[in-house]
């Protein structure tokens, strides 16, 4: 069968931790060293082929500065996945991640799909939270974890085609 599945994903972390980056690298599969700011929030949409189904992703990537964080209920409300972006190098954006975990868990659909992206894995060498550390959150907490990097491409598409595996499609 060929059916299209819509589903609402929305990014949430901090500022500067590349949510943006990874979505232009998996809708348009290119980067910028420059990506602007985003301001409120900017939407985007990209299909993933599953065995079962055509998964099309409408995509909501919020602005992770702190003055827009009263907004960030507006996008993940009706999600049915979230993708919470860390910087490896930033453990503040870690703990920025955690929360924003805990309150999807507590407001969010009670379906939703989180994933956990680990991003800017190019930058191995200032790595400041390991790949365990963030597993075993991600393992405690039921969520998905995928160390990313929106520069080299490394698992962009895996993240969305490990989310489009967990969605239900009916
Ligand atoms: P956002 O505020 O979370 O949307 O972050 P942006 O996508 O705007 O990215 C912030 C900065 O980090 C930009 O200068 C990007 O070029 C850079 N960046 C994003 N992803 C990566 C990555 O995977 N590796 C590296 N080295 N830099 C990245
Ligand atoms: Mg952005």
Redesign the pocket.
Known sequence: SNRVCHFKLVLLGD?AVG???LVVRFVRDEFFEF?E??IGA?FLTQTVQCEDATVKYEIW????QERYRSLAPMYYRGAAAAIVVYDITDPDSFAGAKSWVKELQRRGDPNVIIALAGNKADLEQRRKISQEEAESYAEENGILHLVTSAKDGTNVKSLFVEIAKKLPKN
């Open positions: 500022a949510k943006s980056c990506q700011p985003t900017a990537d919020t602005a992770g």
